[in-house]
């Protein structure tokens, strides 16, 4: 393996370049450490189909967000026939689809939140509200993109104005939106690698919930606790989960599993195929607490690296 030669993919055209960009660097400084051969590709620079296939063995995605999470970056790897980390086409554009993963969660007995999809071509005030009063969800409300990561335009609404508000808003910039209830309790978070979920990480954030700030700033002053305040059964309970959601998924890698715990129930919000990989990211911090150093655990991730995923 240390003869090949490793290209890592990051920083891309989301609003998660930035993270991406660190992600990348991180995964890069990593995997000189051990000794292999790293170069990078930035598809904002250069579009995916010019990587070069003759000094390319290995892909590492580094990508967060929008055309790297969604599927999009995937099937360029395939198309190139050059075997990449993480989850494949068809895994990732399931997962970053909340409508998708929700419906996938629901028919495998996964708890999640109920939910409402809004299209901006027949949205209507009315609609919304008699949709509310239908499935009795309840405010403070959710609302958020469909496909976005790193809870960039989650707005909690707590009261109808706000919502409509918020609904007009995000509808500048997206065409589909979810609705859901605001579920409260402890915020926690599981690690699945190849399979395997490694731990569980409860956040406690300062800030209103655990948005873009609290994930990446260290002024947010997020706290961090590991493992996550449970009792035994519950917290063997939610690595269950996890790892349930994780193949129900077909994903493959690294995963990272976004839960609320609630009245005594996990409530999964979403799973994550291409987690953080910073220095503030939750996968690497609950590898480490599982001995797995930062170097370990991206050479763990490189090694899985395959076609047809």
Request: one cysteine or more; proline letters at 4%.
């Amino acid at each position: 393996m240390k003869n090949k030669k490793i290209l890592v993919v990051l920083g891309g055209t989301s609003k998660e370049r930035e993270v991406s960009l660190d992600s990348g660097r991180a995964c890069v400084k990593a995997l000189k450490k051990k000794g292999y051969k790293v170069s990078t590709f930035d598809p904002q620079k250069k579009p995916l189909n010019l990587i070069d296939r003759g000094k390319t063995d290995i892909i590492f995605n580094a990508l967060h967000g929008k055309d790297g999470e969604d599927g999009v970056a995937q099937s360029y790897f395939e198309y190139l026939r050059i075997p990449y980390t993480h989850s494949g086409v068809i895994s990732s554009n399931n997962a970053m689809n909340k409508l998708i993963s929700k419906e996938i969660f629901k028919i495998n007995k996964i708890k999640s939140p109920k939910y409402i999809s809004l299209k901006k071509n027949d949205y209507s005030k009315k609609n919304v509200t008699k949709n509310l009063r239908i499935k009795k969800i309840k405010f403070p409300i959710v609302v958020k993109p469909i496909s976005e990561g790193s809870s960039i335009g989650v707005k909690i609404c707590k009261n109808i104005k706000q919502l409509t508000k918020n609904i007009k808003f995000l509808f500048k910039s997206y065409d589909d939106l979810i609705l859901e209830p605001y579920v409260g309790g402890q915020e926690i978070q599981v690690a699945v690698i190849n399979g395997e979920p490694i731990g569980a990480i409860e956040l406690k954030p300062k800030r209103h919930f655990y948005d873009y700030k609290a994930k990446y700033s260290k002024q947010a002053k997020t706290k961090h606790i590991m493992p996550a305040n449970l009792n035994k059964k519950k917290y063997l309970e939610v690595l269950k989960i996890a790892k349930k959601a994780h193949k129900v998924l077909d994903c493959k890698g690294v995963t990272r599993s976004d839960f609320k715990f609630y009245n005594n129930q996990f409530y999964l919000l979403e799973l994550n195929t291409q987690p953080g990989m910073t220095s503030l990211s939750l996968v690497p911090e609950i590898a480490l607490f599982k001995g797995i150093s930062f170097e370990n655990l991206v050479e763990k991730i490189l090694l899985d690296a395959s076609l047809k995923r």
